[in-house]
């Protein structure tokens, strides 16, 4: 069966060039980088390699680099390791369970905890952030680019109310990187979280950026590694998997692609713009296909890969499973929880009606998504959602009456 991958929000593939880098690391050098011998030697300046690769793509220093399991573990250490008990945290309604979780745990622990509101966009308002600012505030965690719609946040913005109050800033940065440029310097932010499985790199490794002078309480205990903000070995291979992923994917930000002919606007803007033309072609197509259907977040700045569909009368769970019968893996931002599906906590944020968060999916495009594919998609979506409209008793009613 013919089969096509638009979840890349959900997990990326690892690309051919990192999977050649870390197969020595497996093999012959496998060694611990502790240890003082070739082995260790080896391993040790693998691992300082790659640190120095990450940093560079998010504009740090290799020492401001810790290595992680993957996001969630670098969200946890980048705000667990900066408050204590009696803190006051701001976050937003829309982050990832990594994030809210933690903070819904702040606030079992005795912190107090502010969730921003978000416009119908899915944009945090700095002006709220700044105006739920309190004399014992700690910590703001707001994230760089949503995984459900991709919009992008106004971080920087964030990032100087922060430091003007003289309070710490950690953003999410999982689904920005590798899509957009991040200068952790211009957003001003003391932690910031990424993971590899998103940029093409191996599931269970990951990365947070510590600005240098910003002391992280660290939440594994063990030996003294990563300059004692996360014991434990270095995953050797998922480090220089990510450090491998990390170099490529600053490349493919600065790659000049193919040119639009009579313009030069892909060429400013790098292989990122490739990629949101064939997003942009896919979301116009489908839209223009079908009534009753739009694009959640359309208007804000979103990352090039991601869009998220409403298409109204369906059941998103029941469209994902229907896609994937034909060979279209996509998926919706419903959760299951106490054995109900609900929907995205993130579009019932923006204010859309439980109905169109329960109708809506997200579709998301990867370095290896090619024209063929996005041809597929549009030729797939259209149909499966027309059918599923056919056969459903509301849809008919509201046809005939
Ligand atoms: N933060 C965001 C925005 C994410 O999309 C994800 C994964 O989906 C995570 C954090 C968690 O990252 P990981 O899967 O590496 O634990």
């Known amino acids: 069966m013919h089969r096509v991958y638009l979840d890349n929000n959900a997990t990326t593939p690892v690309l051919p060039e990192v999977f050649e880098a870390m197969r020595p690391y497996y093999l012959e050098q496998f060694g611990n980088a502790s240890s003082i011998h070739h082995y260790g030697q080896h391993a040790r300046a693998a691992v300082e390699k790659a640190r120095a690769s990450v940093a560079a793509l998010v504009n740090a220093r290799p020492a401001e680099i810790v290595f992680t399991s993957g996001g969630t573990e670098a969200d946890n250490l980048g705000i667990f390791g ?12 829309i982050e990832h369970s990594a994030v809210l979780n933690t903070c819904k745990r702040l606030e079992q622990m005795g912190c107090e905890v502010t969730f921003i509101p978000v416009n119908g966009r899915g944009e945090v308002d700095p002006a709220d952030v700044r105006s739920a600012l309190r004399p014992n505030t700690r910590l703001i965690s707001i994230m760089m680019a949503n995984n459900e719609t991709g919009v992008i946040q106004p971080v920087e913005e964030i990032g100087r ?37 998103k940029i093409h790199a191996p599931q269970g490794t990951g990365a947070l950026f510590v600005r240098k002078g910003t002391l992280i309480q660290p939440q594994i205990y063990g030996g003294s590694h990563e300059r ?14 990510l450090g491998k992923a990390a170099e490529l994917a600053k490349l493919w930000l600065a790659s000049p692609s193919a040119p639009t002919p009579g313009t030069d606007r892909a060429r400013e803007s790098g292989g990122s713009a490739e990629m949101a033309a064939m997003r942009d072609r896919l979301q116009d197509t489908v839209i223009n296909a079908l009534e009753d259907a739009g694009v959640n ?17 369906i059941e998103g769970e029941a469209l994902v499973i229907a896609l994937d019968l034909k060979g279209l893996a996509v998926s919706s931002g419903a959760a299951c929880s106490s054995g109900a599906i609900e929907p995205s906590h993130v579009l019932l944020a923006m204010g859309l009606p439980h109905q169109r968060a329960r109708a809506s999916i997200r579709v998301s495009l990867g370095k290896q998504t090619t024209q063929a594919d996005i041809d597929f998609a549009i030729k797939v979506i259209p149909e499966t959602v027309g059918r ?14």
């Open 228 to 241: 004692q903000r996360r014991a434990g070995t270095e995953n050797l291979p998922g480090i220089v998997g």
């Open 388 to 401: 599923l409209r056919e056969i459903s008793p509301a849809y008919q009613k509201q046809t005939v009456s």
């Open 297 to 313: 977040g359309l208007g804000a700045p979103r990352v090039p890969n991601t869009t998220n569909f409403w298409f109204d009368h």
């Open 82 to 93: 900066l408050v204590q008990r009696g803190d006051h945290i701001i976050t937003s309604t």
């Open 161 to 197: 109310i922060a430091q003007k109050a003289d309070v710490f800033f950690h953003t999410d940065a999982v689904q920005a990187a590798g899509k957009v440029v991040i200068d952790a310097q211009k957003i001003a932010c003391d932690t910031l979280t990424i993971s590899g499985h």
